[in-house]
Each structure stands twice: as structure tokens, then as C-alpha cells.
């Protein structure tokens, strides 16, 4: 991958559920934070409304779903959009690894809740690593 394309970064829409708060929070520490020069975000919302935009990013660049559960509609939203998905991630398999993070609130989280996003924020963070050296 050349050094100016970047990795897109689709979270959760769960809005109302914690563990779609962690994926939002975790997704804009990766964007925001942690790998600024290298990612972009891309909301759930609009590819499921077909944004043109929207689409051509998640078509033209390796894509990083972040789900925050079972559903994953994140990571099926883009595949049904007919795009490959070049890693996904879900807040329940973070918490199941970290279960003393327990997340709870919905706009805003509890200090356990920041945490986990934290986490997993740096699991897609090495992701994202991956996918733009290559190793995907």
C-alpha cells in the first residue's frame, strides 16, 4: 500500500447501547489519536443510506470494521455493499479478553468503559499497522 492511502475505520452505529459506545469511542481514538496520518473514518450510518462518498472510500481503500456485538453490522453492511472488509473487530470479544473493563453508559462512559475503548483501540491501531504494510 503507498504511504498516502489510508486505512478506513467503519464502528458500530449501536447508538442507545454501551457496547456501540465503545466501538464509536475506540474508532475515533484510532482516527483522532493514535493513527491520525494513516486512517479515516466512515460512519455506518451512511453507507446503509449508500452514500456515494462514503462508498468510494470504503471501495477505494482497505477497510477496518469495529462491531459492538454479535450482529456485526458493520462488518456485514460493508461486505453487502459488496467490499472487503481487511480486518474486523468486535467490543465483545475485548471485553471477554479484559473482563474487568466492564463497560457501562451510553453517552458517556464510565471510566472501565474509556478503558476498553482504549484497548481495543490499540489492537485495531497495530491492525491498521498491518493492513498498511501489507500483512493482510
Given at each position: 500500500m503507498s504511504p498516502n492511502r489510508r486505512v478506513v475505520i467503519v464502528p458500530c452505529s449501536g447508538i442507545g447501547k454501551t457496547f456501540g459506545t465503545v466501538s464509536r469511542e475506540a474508532a475515533y481514538t484510532v482516527v483522532e489519536d493514535l493513527r491520525p496520518d494513516t486512517t479515516e473514518l466512515v460512519a455506518l450510518s451512511l453507507?446503509?443510506?449508500?452514500?456515494?462518498?462514503?462508498?468510494a472510500a470504503v471501495a477505494e481503500h482497505p477497510t477496518v470494521t469495529i462491531?459492538?456485538?454479535?450482529?456485526?453490522?458493520?462488518?456485514?453492511?460493508?461486505?453487502?455493499s459488496g467490499l472487503p472488509v481487511a480486518r474486523s473487530f468486535t467490543v465483545l470479544?475485548?471485553?471477554?479478553?479484559?473482563?474487568?473493563?466492564?463497560?457501562?453508559?451510553?453517552?458517556?462512559l464510565n471510566p472501565e468503559g474509556q478503558k476498553l475503548a482504549r484497548v481495543l483501540a490499540e489492537e485495531v491501531a497495530e491492525a491498521v499497522d498491518e493492513v498498511v504494510k501489507g500483512e493482510t
Open positions: 453507507l446503509v443510506l449508500g452514500d456515494e462518498a462514503a462508498r462491531d459492538g456485538c454479535r450482529l456485526a453490522c458493520a462488518t456485514k453492511m460493508v461486505q453487502e470479544d475485548a471485553f471477554r479478553k479484559h473482563r474487568d473493563l466492564k463497560p457501562e453508559g451510553i453517552s458517556s
